[in-house]
């Protein structure tokens, strides 16, 4: 199932963001503003560039996707849910104690999971891991990892950039998702990753720099990433927090709250009416 059509995919995005919403809204807590950032991202990757099956979740062959931002799991779920691993009505369950879609991903109990995440700073090791892997057993499988722009802020994810460019892993692919806030404000004002191009260029990535919301740019950098030969490659997407709903958007207030039932009817109608 590969949609190319790029309305298609704004369709497809809009609806992962409806289950975002309904989602957080639904548990009562949740990260709403960096989910909404990485949808667009996740809607290419799992639409149209992924190598993937629902119905083998685990062959060996697949691609592999790290959410290293492990608290955007709302915005994992609902593009899995919407890709066919699990039932959509199952996002309604978020967090519950009875459900398996926990607040950060459990590669153990929900089906596409490639890894559990949740501590930051952590998944482009394990997706140098998967990458070189891959590498050694000839598999041929292409690596994504998302990472979130004040992550990047952990030293772990530079020690892994160095492994990354020193195993030469042209077959791994990490996405910033540059929304410019994170829990307590601006990313610039907390502790500042920029440049963040520049400093992943000195690391040896071959570098693009995309609007993250922008379905062909997306599209033409992993592609382009696909070609690149003898080192990784790391995509900064500038995004916006809280995309697609007009009172969370670029507020980092809306990083890790849900919204009220008022908020959550304004949320879902505003989407419907982008659809």
Known sequence: MKITDIEELKKKATEIRIGIIEGVYGAKSGHPGGSLSCADILTVLYFN??????MKSKDEARDRFVLSKGHAAPALYSTLAHRGFFNIEELKNLRRLDSNLSGHPDMKKVPGVDASTGSLGQGLSIANGMALSSKINSKGIRVYCLLGDGEIQEGQIWEAAMTSSHYKLDNLCVIVDNNNLQIDGEIDKVMSPYPIDEKFKSFGFNVINIDGHNMEQIIKA????????????????????????????????WHGKAPNEDEYKQAIKELKKGK
């Open 49 to 54: 560039q992924m190598n993937i099956d629902p």
């Open 222 to 253: 992993l592609e382009t990433a696909k070609t690149v030969k003898g080192k990784p490659t790391a995509i900064i997407a500038k995004t916006t927090k809280g995309k697609g709903v007009s009172y969370m958007e670029g507020k980092a207030g």
